[in-house]
């Protein structure tokens, strides 16, 4: 919440990773959310592995509603 306040929209993350380090869970209103701040990580997770990341419908409703079908929250397997 104070991201959406603060003048840095990005602070709440910074914030967060330099307390929590390069992987901490939040949530998106009901969706459980794993945060991944390091870029090793975040290829592993986009690229290397993404076959085993897959969003539920839940998550795939209300992102899309905000970020439209076609976007790289929602992107997967050979769309990454």
Do not use: M, W
Not at 11 to 20: D, G, T
């Amino acid at each position: 919440r104070r991201a959406y306040l603060a003048d840095k929209p990005f602070s709440y993350v910074e914030e967060a990773s330099a307390e929590f380090g390069d992987y901490y869970h939040t949530s998106f209103g009901p969706l459980p959310c794993l945060n991944i701040s390091d870029p090793a990580l975040i290829e592993s997770v986009l690229k290397t592995n993404s076959q085993f990341y897959h969003k539920s419908e839940l998550a795939r409703a209300i992102a899309s509603t905000v970020l439209g079908y076609e976007n790289i929250v929602l992107a997967e397997d050979e769309n990454h």
